[in-house]
């Protein structure tokens, strides 16, 4: 990873979260969260297992709901209407921590099956896009395989492709590198650095520090439920200024 990044000028909000709050029956599980990313921005997001991370990136393109405050994605507030998710949906793109690959189709499939259904593009078309998208995330080649004859990195390179083909303006990361094997982690960081370099706009939940260090904005620290501390990565490396940040910290580097 030594590509730095580009210079760039942050836009409108890409995603605003407004005193979020959410339970799981009694368990509360979000606290109070309220964070404005802009358009161009990238957020990591780091903390202790079980503090909610993965639950706010999922209420942020509603694979769970929250029950009080606002989150607004694209200028959409999500709500219980229904056409109004789908819009929204289709506007983020998600990358979890299992490629969630569907296994009985290739490579290609896998990346035109939603250009082709959800947004009615023709099956040549699909593919074309499909195509560019695995020569940026540069496994082309792998386009006629089945997942299970890849290595975990490029089934998460895949993943990512096949995110990017339907045109989303935000990238959500729920710890893309975490069920990899070391040696597969750097390629696919760096396919998210580069993405970050294009100037997608980008929350990731992940642990490797030299990813935030690098490509972040602000590196938020969550602890049972609420945002402790959200800093530039240089502040927030060098001077931590919560007692569970450092002791996370302590941790983890
Ligand atoms: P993280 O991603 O930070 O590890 P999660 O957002 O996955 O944390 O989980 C936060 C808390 O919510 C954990 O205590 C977890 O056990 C609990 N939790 C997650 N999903 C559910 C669910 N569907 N029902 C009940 N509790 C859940
Ligand atoms: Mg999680």
Redesign the pocket.
């Known amino acids: 990873m030594s590509v730095a990044p580009s210079p760039r000028t942050l836009g409108q909000p890409a995603i605003q979260l407004d005193g979020v709050h959410k339970w799981?029956?009694e368990?509360h599980?979000l606290k109070n969260l309220s964070l404005t990313v802009a358009q161009g921005e990238r957020i990591v997001i780091c903390?202790?297992?079980?503090?909610?991370?993965?639950?706010?990136i999922r209420c942020i393109n509603r694979l769970e709901e929250h029950q009080k405050g606002k989150i607004i994605v694209n200028g959409t507030e999500l709500t219980t209407d229904l056409k109004r998710i789908e819009e929204v949906r289709r506007e983020v793109g998600m990358v979890f921590q299992h490629f969630n690959l569907f296994p009985h189709l290739t490579i290609l499939e896998n990346c035109t099956l939603a250009p082709i259904w959800v947004r009615k593009m023709a099956k040549k078309d699909a593919e074309d896009l499909a195509m560019k998208y695995l020569k940026r995330v540069r496994i082309p080649e792998q386009a006629n395989k089945y997942p299970g004859q890849l290595s975990g990195g490029q089934q998460q390179r895949v993943a990512i492709a096949r995110s990017l083909c339907m045109n989303p303006k935000v990238m959500l990361f729920d710890e893309p590198t975490s069920a990899l094997d070391p040696e597969m982690v750097k390629e696919v960081l760096d396919t998210m650095v580069s993405l970050a370099n294009e100037g997608m706009t980008m929350m990731c939940?992940t642990h490797e520090m030299g990813f935030a260090r690098q490509v972040a904005d602000r590196v938020i620290f969550?602890d049972a439920g609420e945002i402790v501390e959200m800093n530039a990565p240089a502040e927030f490396f060098a001077n931590p200024q919560h007692e569970r940040t450092k002791l996370f910290l302590g941790q983890i580097l």
């Open positions: 799981y029956g368990f599980v903390g202790p297992s079980g503090s909610g991370k993965s639950t706010m939940v969550m």
